[in-house]
């Protein structure tokens, strides 16, 4: 039997319910590294793999009932859905309420507590990237993306995107991604780890459980995308390029 630490992160998240919430624990970067074993994400993450396998198997062995989806039996446009009803629309909603959030916090604490200056700073440009970059996803990729899948299911040719390639708008996510995940840690470490120091508001406390589950949603989010949906999404375009008639 294939040990978990041999096994990707995608392979475990699809056969370990929750496993992503084993990987955030210890800082894990799940959504960044679905096709390496599990062996070279900790060791990149500077974590010990023994402790994370056991963390695994525990919740392998559970007999707790799960509603969490296999996402990867399911179709691209069900992805896709879920992706921007659930994933961009909490976002989309928690963007909208931090900003005024970080400002009262910033007011009331921020003459003794200056991080609150910079952890504002850098939500902002997350927020704004994030929001141009959820829009560019469902004007131009996502509906490519399940144009695909309708041509494939009628076998019929694709018409070409602007962008000419699936790979194109991926690459550019994913990258984006990348730059989320990096904005994410500075304010995990501004906080320190969003633990809120005594004798605050209930506002600050407020504050810091909605980054973290922001942080959370966010790297499931980013996890879904890049790992399940765009890896699937590259491998349709193969295959719907194959029903385009010869020239």
């Given at each position: 039997?294939?040990?978990?630490?041999e096994?990707?992160?995608?392979?475990?998240?699809?056969?370990?319910?929750?496993?992503?919430?084993?990987?955030?624990?210890?800082?894990?970067?799940?959504?960044?590294?679905?096709?390496?074993?599990?062996?070279?994400?900790?060791?990149?993450?500077?974590?010990?793999?023994?402790?994370?396998?056991?963390?695994?198997?525990?919740?392998?062995?559970?007999?707790?009932?799960?509603?969490?989806?296999?996402?990867?039996?399911?179709?691209?446009?069900?992805?896709?859905?879920?992706?921007?009803t659930?994933?961009?629309?909490?976002?989309?909603?928690?963007?909208?309420?931090?900003?005024?959030?970080?400002?009262?916090?910033?007011?009331?604490?921020?003459?003794?507590?200056?991080?609150?200056?910079?952890?504002?700073?850098?939500?902002?440009?997350?927020?704004?990237?994030?929001?141009?970059?959820?829009?560019?996803?469902?004007?131009?990729?996502?509906?490519?993306?399940?144009?695909?899948?309708?041509?494939?299911?009628?076998?019929?040719?694709?018409?070409?995107?602007?962008?000419?390639?699936?790979?194109?708008?991926?690459?550019?996510?994913?990258?984006?991604?990348?730059?989320?995940?990096?904005?994410?840690t500075?304010?995990?470490?501004?906080?320190?780890?969003?633990?809120?120091?005594?004798?605050?508001?209930?506002?600050?406390?407020?504050?810091?459980?909605?980054?973290?589950?922001?942080?959370?949603?966010l790297?499931?989010?980013?996890?879904?995308?890049?790992?399940?949906?765009?890896?699937?999404?590259?491998?349709?375009?193969?295959?719907?390029?194959?029903?385009?008639?010869?020239?």
């Open positions: 039997m294939q040990q978990q630490k096994m990707t992160m995608l392979e475990l998240d699809l056969r370990v319910p929750g496993a992503t919430r084993h990987f955030e624990a210890p800082g894990i970067k799940c959504h960044c590294g679905g096709t390496k074993p599990l062996t070279d994400t900790c060791a990149v993450a500077g974590v010990e793999v023994d402790a994370v396998e056991a963390s695994l198997f525990v919740a392998d062995a559970s007999e707790e009932s799960t509603d969490e989806k296999v996402f990867i039996e399911w179709s691209l446009t069900e992805i896709i859905s879920h992706i921007v659930k994933h961009h629309a909490f976002t989309r909603s928690e963007i909208s309420r931090l900003y005024p959030l970080l400002d009262k916090v910033e007011c009331e604490h921020g003459q003794n507590h200056p991080e609150l200056s910079t952890i504002k700073s850098v939500f902002h440009q997350l927020g704004e990237e994030l929001k141009v970059h959820m829009m560019k996803e469902e004007r131009f990729l996502f509906p490519y993306v399940i144009r695909m899948e309708e041509a494939m299911a009628q076998r019929r040719p694709c018409i070409r995107p602007p962008f000419g390639t699936v790979n194109t708008p991926v690459r550019m996510m994913m990258f984006e991604h990348d730059s989320a995940g990096e904005m994410l500075k304010i995990r470490t501004l906080s320190s780890n969003f633990v809120c120091p005594p004798h605050v508001s209930p506002g600050f406390t407020t504050l810091y459980t909605a980054l973290e589950g922001l942080e959370k949603d790297h499931q989010h980013i996890h879904l995308e890049n790992n399940i949906l765009f890896l699937k999404a590259i491998e349709l375009e193969v295959e719907v390029k194959k029903l385009e008639a010869p020239v």
